[in-house]
C-alpha cells in the first residue's frame, strides 16, 4: 500500500462511481436506504464520489448540491422525517411535527458535511446552516433529540441517539476546516462571498490548497 494492485483498485472505483451516477435521481438528490433520508443519501453519494476522484466541480456533485440548497429551510436548517423513505419523496414539512420549525439537527448535519465535502461556493447557505446548528445546541452542550432519523427497509423507524450530537459536531468541524475564518459572524455575508470566490481562484491557480 498504496502500490498494491493498484489497477484493480482504480477498476473497481470507477466502477463504483458510475454505479453510484446511474442512481441520482433526476433531482440531483439520492436516496439514502438506512437513514432519513434524501439529506443522508446526498452525504454518501458526494462523499463517496468525492473520496474516489470525482471533481468537486464535476455537474454530477453540482447538480446535489443544487438539490440540497433548494432544500434549505429559512431558518438555515434542514428537515425531512421518515415518510420520505416510503414515500421515495422529499418530506419537505416532516420534521414540524419533531424539529424546529421544520428543521432539525441531524438533517442539518447530514447537509452541511455533503456540502463541505462538495466545497460549495455558497457560503451564505453554508454559515446559515452553521448558525443553525451552533443555536441550536443545549446549555449541556448536547443537542436535542428530535425526530427519528434511522429507518431499515423503508419502514422500520430506529433511534439512533448518538446521531443528534455525531453528525452537528462533525459537521460544524468540517465546514471549520474547509471555510475557516470565513464562518467569522465579523466578516459580513459580502465579503465572505468575495472571499471565497478569491480562494477559489488561488486553488485552482495551485497557490492554496485550502481556505485559510
Not at 470507477?14 to 440531483?28: L, P, V, Y
Not at 416532516?94 to 441531524?106: A, H, I, K, R, T
Not at 427497509?153 to 471549520?176: D, E, K, M, Q, S
Request: hydrophobic share 35%.
Amino acid at each position: 500500500f498504496p502500490y498494491h494492485r493498484t489497477k484493480e483498485i482504480k477498476h473497481a472505483l470507477d466502477r463504483g462511481k458510475e454505479f453510484m451516477k446511474s442512481i441520482q435521481r433526476e433531482d440531483g438528490s439520492w436516496y439514502g436506504s438506512w437513514a432519513c433520508c434524501f439529506c443522508y443519501g446526498c452525504w454518501f453519494g458526494i462523499e463517496g464520489l468525492v473520496t474516489a476522484g470525482e471533481p468537486t466541480s464535476s455537474p454530477v456533485i453540482k447538480r446535489c448540491c443544487e438539490f440540497l440548497l433548494s432544500h434549505q429551510r429559512p431558518n438555515g436548517g434542514w428537515g425531512e422525517d421518515f415518510t420520505s423513505c416510503y414515500d421515495k419523496d422529499y418530506a419537505e414539512n416532516g420534521m414540524y411535527s419533531y424539529g424546529d420549525d421544520g428543521s432539525g439537527v441531524v438533517n442539518t448535519g447530514w447537509a452541511l458535511l455533503a456540502l463541505a465535502a462538495a466545497k460549495c461556493d455558497d457560503i451564505i447557505a453554508i454559515r446559515r446552516g452553521v448558525k443553525y446548528l451552533m443555536q441550536r445546541q443545549l446549555p449541556s452542550g448536547d443537542w436535542p433529540q428530535e425526530g427519528i432519523a434511522g429507518v431499515f427497509n423503508r419502514a422500520c423507524g430506529i433511534t439512533y441517539t448518538a446521531y443528534r450530537n455525531v453528525f452537528p459536531l462533525w459537521a460544524l468541524g468540517r465546514c471549520t476546516e474547509v471555510y475557516g475564518r470565513l464562518l467569522n459572524d465579523e466578516i459580513s455575508d459580502a465579503d465572505a462571498v468575495k472571499r471565497i470566490q478569491r480562494y477559489r481562484q488561488l486553488e485552482e491557480s495551485g497557490l492554496l490548497t485550502r481556505t485559510e
